[in-house]
T-cell receptor, first 114, second 114 residues
């Protein structure tokens, strides 16, 4: 099955700096890569996703890049703010018509210092 | 649009007991997935229900079972509880009327087994 590795496990940045979280996957059949933000005691929230036919996607301060050849994808957060502090999870899946099983990374705890 | 809801919020059970967790999918969604999230880890896929049938399962024993109802809500049942079953149980709903990609999570049920 798929194996997703995520680094770093913790990341501390100064407010206004950029943060980068990296994930690798093992199954070349994976075609969908979402990123979730989970604040303490709350549900994971989808913040951005990318499909395998796209190399980069951006939404305001958040961007995701995908390198299918190397089987890795990354989350980039620019101009970080204290409210960005949370645990971020990457996931990979081979999305099919009626089935989509997510394999999650182990998470990155992001701390944005004011 | 109504989001994913889960009940109960918290639950304490004794080893060997049985538990039922409930999930109502987001309005317009017809598929429910269940995940187990141990403390400090990423969610692990348990199984997915589509059109009231289980259509995919992760590495969980048969004592983890589920149901999906005609209104697309779902139950997760766990028999013969073990201490290691203590975790946050998340359900996620998605729609196969659109491309089968995004999954939206509920707030979770925190299960403690003593």
């Amino acid at each position: 099955g798929e194996n997703v590795e995520q680094h770093p496990s913790t990341l501390s940045v100064q407010e206004g700096d950029s943060a980068v979280i990296k994930c690798t996957y093992s199954d070349s059949a994976s075609n969908y890569f979402p990123w979730y933000k989970q604040e303490l005691g709350k549900r994971p929230q989808l913040i951005i996703d990318i499909r395998s036919n796209v190399g980069e996607k951006k939404d305001q301060r958040i961007a995701v890049t995908l390198n299918k050849t190397a089987k890795h994808f990354s989350l980039h957060i620019t101009e970080t703010q204290p409210e960005d502090s949370a645990v971020y999870f990457c996931a990979a899946s081979e999305a099919r018509y009626n089935f989509n099983k997510f394999y999650f990374g182990s998470g990155t705890k992001l701390n944005v210092k004011p | 649009e109504t989001g994913v809801t889960q009940s109960p919020t918290h639950l304490i059970k004794t080893r060997g007991q049985q538990v039922t967790l409930r999930c109502s999918s987001q309005s317009g969604h017809n598929t429910v997935s269940w995940y187990q999230q141990a403390l400090g880890q990423g969610p692990q896929f348990i199984f997915q229900y589509y059109r009231e049938e289980e259509n995919g399962r992760g590495n969980f024993p048969p004592r983890f079972s589920g149901l999906q109802f005609p209104n697309y809500s779902s139950e997760l049942n766990v028999n013969a509880l073990e201490l290691d079953d203590s975790a946050l149980y998340l359900c996620a709903s998605s729609s196969y009327r659109a491309p089968a990609y995004e999954q939206y999570f509920g707030p979770g049920t925190r299960l403690t087994v003593t």
